[in-house]
């Protein structure tokens, strides 16, 4: 059995919540916020360019265009923009994670990071849009009157940093191993179906 899982999810989901229990119940690592303090130490980069990547994707083209510019002796521009340097610092991280051979990682385009290693699971976490506004609003303490263009905001910009940043698409199901739609199921019966997959499948 290959303890080694992605997270992928809409907002309102409760897929961050479940990512830790699935971690507690298989004995791992989870990784979240965490993956941003290992990639500033890492890369040396500031917390702001780091943190907040996906939210800068609502609009793909000033994502895109955003670069780091240098200004010395004379005029110089890097290739590689500043929002490509905190993903490439959250990719390396991400790795070295996926070489431990297990944890429980959530976002940052995990699953597409690790591709390329046998066995590794890759869950999409989703829901109906009348659950996602209820337990924002409850669990999450969201103001309601703002609630629907959050939800909005959040969906498109990790479709837009996933697409942007890989191959595929945002909540394409052939690129997860089992999706689950959280409106019929509660946090620890989410995780549960998880864990069993992850002992059942395949590999």
Partial sequence: ??????????????????????????????????????????????????????????????????????????FTADPISINEKAFLAQYKVIEEIGAKGEGVIVGRCADYVLRDIKGVTNVFFYGNKEDRIRRCIEEYGEDPKDIEHLIAKYDKSRANYYNYHTSYKWGEITNYNIAINTSYVDYDEAAYLVVEYIKNRRY
């Avoid at 997270?7 to 990784?31: M, P, T």
């Avoid at 916020?33 to 609502?58: F, K, N, P, Q, Y």
């Avoid at 955003?66 to 004379?74: C, L, M, V, W």
């Fill in 1 to 74: 059995m290959k303890k080694l899982v992605t997270i992928s999810r809409q907002f309102g989901s409760g897929g961050r919540i479940i990512g830790a229990r699935i971690a507690e119940a298989l004995g791992v690592d989870f990784y979240d916020g965490e993956i941003i303090d290992m990639a500033i130490e890492e890369s040396g980069l500031a917390r702001g360019v780091v943190e907040g990547g996906e939210l800068r994707a609502d609009n793909p083209f000033t994502y895109g265009m955003t670069s780091a510019i240098n200004f010395g002796d004379a």
